[in-house]
């Protein structure tokens, strides 16, 4: 059935949102993300915390979304470059970071645009889960990174991905699965994958890094008056999953 560009297929039938589609709620999506408990109290400060002094570092951020992030590290010394599949995402961050930091529309499943070896870390925020194949995109990052640089990893833990869907699937198996996320108003449909804890460390092995941290942190201590049943949930239950890595020796050549 073929699609028309105002909102309706040839049968005269609305179409159906696409999963993951971020151009269709992108603004909403970047305001909520900015300000909220699981965003700006937990997942950005523990990211930021597990890079450190990352002053004058080469950093690629994969998956930027609105560059949130991007700012803060670039803020903090770092030189930044954004990747992103949604060009209303990159269009935000181009709003927020300027001309001084580069974005580039790119899909983690397919070959990124950079030289071996040309960062010193990746930042991988919450961004995995959309993929149902690691294998491409971690190869690719160590690809970019030199020897011994580092990538960082913030994931859906696999206990809240394995529990939030009856009946519950086979932890072991790689599977997906779609729910709808509401901004500003707006019901739109995602579809993420579950991976076991197993499979995220095979495949980081399997792409060249070795782990050298897993955490489970705790949102910030201020968050807890601003947002006290939630602050009391996310505190004393899964949520993230972070990882610390270091890529291995260097594999020259990108993916055809």
Same mark, same amino acid.
């Given at each position: @059935?073929?699609?028309?560009?105002?909102g309706w297929n040839n049968a005269?039938?609305?179409?159906?949102?696409?999963?993951?589609?971020?151009?269709?709620?992108?603004?909403?999506?970047?305001?909520?993300?900015?300000?909220?408990?699981?965003?700006?109290?937990?997942?950005?400060?523990?990211?930021?915390?597990?890079?450190?002094?990352?002053? /004058?570092?080469?950093?690629?951020?994969?998956?930027?979304?609105? /560059?949130?992030?991007?700012?803060?590290?670039?803020?903090?010394?770092?030189?930044?470059?954004?990747?992103?599949?949604?060009?209303? @995402?990159?269009?935000?961050a181009k709003q927020r970071l /300027?001309?001084?930091?580069?974005?580039?529309?790119?899909?983690?499943?397919?070959?990124?645009?950079?030289?071996?070896?040309? =960062?010193?870390?990746?930042?991988?925020?919450?961004? #995995?889960?959309?993929?149902?194949?690691?294998?491409?995109?971690?190869?690719?990052?160590?690809?970019?990174?030199?020897?011994?640089?580092?990538?960082?990893?913030?994931?859906?833990?696999?206990?809240?991905?394995?529990?939030?869907?009856?009946?519950?699937?086979?932890?072991?198996?790689?599977?997906?699965?779609?729910? &709808?996320?509401?901004? /500003?108003?707006?019901?739109?449909?995602?579809?993420?994958?579950?991976?076991?804890?197993?499979? @995220? #460390?095979?495949?980081?092995?399997?792409?060249?890094?070795?782990?050298?941290?897993?955490?489970?942190?705790?949102?910030?201590?201020?968050?807890?008056?601003?947002?006290?049943?939630? =602050?009391?949930?996310?505190?004393?239950?899964?949520?993230?999953? =972070?990882?610390?890595? &270091?890529?291995?020796?260097?594999?020259?050549?990108?993916?055809?």
């Amino acid at each position: @059935m073929e699609q028309t560009t105002d909102g309706w297929n040839n049968a005269g039938e609305p179409l159906q949102p696409r999963a993951n589609d971020y151009d269709a709620f992108a603004a909403a999506y970047s305001a909520e993300n900015d300000d909220s408990l699981a965003n700006a109290y937990y997942e950005r400060p523990a990211m930021l915390a597990l890079a450190g002094n990352v002053a /004058g570092r080469r950093i690629l951020d994969a998956g930027c979304g609105s /560059g949130i992030l991007s700012a803060a590290l670039r803020d903090r010394g770092a030189t930044v470059t954004g990747i992103d599949a949604s060009a209303g @995402m990159l269009e935000l961050a181009k709003q927020r970071l /300027g001309d001084d930091t580069a974005l580039h529309g790119v899909d983690l499943n397919d070959p990124l645009p950079f030289e071996d070896s040309a =960062f010193d870390d990746v930042v991988a925020s919450l961004v #995995l889960h959309y993929l149902e194949d690691w294998a491409p995109a971690l190869t690719e990052m160590q690809r970019v990174l030199k020897p011994g640089g580092r990538l960082f990893v913030s994931v859906d833990h696999p206990i809240v991905a394995y529990t939030i869907q009856e009946p519950r699937p086979d932890y072991f198996a790689n599977t997906g699965y779609e729910f &709808e996320w509401e901004f /500003g108003g707006q019901r739109v449909p995602m579809r993420f994958w579950r991976k076991s804890l197993q499979g @995220m #460390l095979d495949a980081f092995a399997s792409a060249g890094f070795r782990l050298t941290s897993i955490s489970e942190p705790q949102p910030l201590p201020e968050a807890r008056d601003l947002y006290p049943e939630a =602050f009391a949930h996310l505190s004393t239950a899964p949520g993230f999953l =972070f990882f610390t890595l &270091e890529a291995r020796a260097a594999r020259s050549g990108r993916r055809p």
